[in-house]
């Protein structure tokens, strides 16, 4: 919690930058360039990412699909906008649109900073970490968030505040009104030096909302993860950039027994080197029962897998209660993009783990995960342009 503080204390007098990089990443909302009154900006994602998993804390599984995000701008001013499109989603193979988001928002711009009121959708990620938020999350429809979200950038701070509301609930409703506050911070002390801090709270509960004493689904969640790093870079150069990066990270949950632990920790050590369009880091990761819902699921302590599988006509319940406490992995990830045109990115990407720590807690009949290693591997393309109506 002291860290989630802290993030918050930090965005009052100072936006933030990529604290990790994907290939599925983009800051093509940032590069926008409007000079006509009505403009219509357009967005199209492409991707396959396929996980190539076996171990007992996440499934493995394919994502393969479309993206388009069409915007009309009003733009009032050089410092005042009004936008409105949609956000559509197809996966390939199946012949229905799965998702289809209205978009409204206001933006405000002026010097070092930026406003968006309503909806927005952050292809950066927030600039979180994997094991706080996952890359994947940009694939899905809930890149689309609701709320507000600030943005200051200078040449020594880069810093967001955002808040996303996630369900409106209505008088007597089954479900819980659930949002999320987050922050993520840069500050640079040196040409070679910054530190990084980041973090969000996530709440569900609601006073209109139907309840049963007693209830698991009735009760309150609110939980915390942050963290708080360093980037030095060990040289810079027209080859190539290399830098040593540490994040600390808390994790904390008090309200309910929904996560098997309340409180964890863990360290995420990683070099990460830069050349024009290759990228290439490599860590280590280890963690006491820690946690991030919204995290890469291959780095939490606790197993999510699906349960879809049947033992002797019977669901196989053998990771309903399995846990981790103590999760060790080396990890890796390469990624190459390149312009194929104007506007338009490609990109490859691989994803490595190779287990460390022994398996907890096993029925007899399973056996540990120790020493093993789950890949993924990702394509994508993006088109991103704004013309002049």
């Given amino acids: 919690m002291r860290i989630i503080l802290c993030c918050f204390i930090f965005n009052l007098f100072s936006s933030f930058v990529l604290a990790q990089k994907s290939v599925f990443y983009s800051l093509s909302d940032d590069k926008s360039e409007y000079s006509d009154n009505f403009d219509f900006e357009f967005t199209n994602l492409n991707f396959i990412k396929n996980n190539e998993y076996s171990n007992h804390i996440t499934d493995g599984y394919t994502l393969l699909g479309s993206q388009i995000q069409p915007m009309i701008t009003y733009n009032r001013n050089e410092n005042i906008r009004f936008k409105t499109g949609f956000m559509a989603i197809k996966y390939f193979g199946e012949d229905n649109i799965d998702v289809f988001i209205p978009l409204f928002s206001f933006h405000h711009a002026s010097k070092n900073h930026s406003f968006i009121f309503g909806n927005f959708t952050p292809r950066n990620n927030h600039g979180m970490i994997e094991p706080v938020m996952g890359n994947e999350k940009v694939l899905s429809s809930t890149l689309v968030e609701t709320g507000f979200q600030y943005k200051y950038n200078s040449n020594f701070i880069v810093s967001e505040l955002w808040f996303n509301w996630e369900n409106y609930i209505r008088p007597h409703d089954n479900e819980r009104e659930r949002f999320t506050i987050g922050t993520s911070s840069e500050i640079k002390i040196s040409d070679r030096l910054s530190t990084s801090i980041q973090g969000y709270i996530y709440h569900e509960g609601g006073q209109i909302n139907k309840k049963i004493v007693g209830s698991l689904a009735s009760s309150k969640l609110n939980y915390s993860v942050g963290a708080i790093g360093f980037k030095y870079k060990l040289f810079e150069s027209l080859k190539g950039d290399l830098s040593l990066n540490s994040y600390f990270m808390l994790y904390n949950n008090s309200e309910t027994s929904q996560f098997p632990f309340e409180n964890g920790n863990a360290d995420y050590l990683y070099l990460n ?117």
Wanted: hydrophobic share 30%; net charge neutral; glycine share 6%.
């Fill in 273 to 389: 080197y830069e050349h024009e369009r290759l990228h290439l880091f490599v860590g280590y990761y280890k963690s006491h029962k820690f946690i991030s819902p919204k995290g890469n699921e291959m780095f939490q302590s606790f197993s999510q897998k699906s349960n879809v599988h049947y033992l002797n006509g019977v669901p196989d319940g053998r990771f309903e209660e399995l846990t981790e406490p103590d999760r060790n992995l080396i990890f890796s990830r390469f990624f190459y993009e390149k312009y194929i045109d104007n506007n338009i990115k490609i990109g490859l990407q691989f994803e490595g783990y190779y287990q460390l720590n022994d398996s907890q807690e096993l029925p007899s009949f399973m056996k540990s995960k120790k020493g093993q290693f789950d890949s993924s591997f990702g394509i994508y393309m993006i088109f991103h342009d704004v013309f002049k109506l």
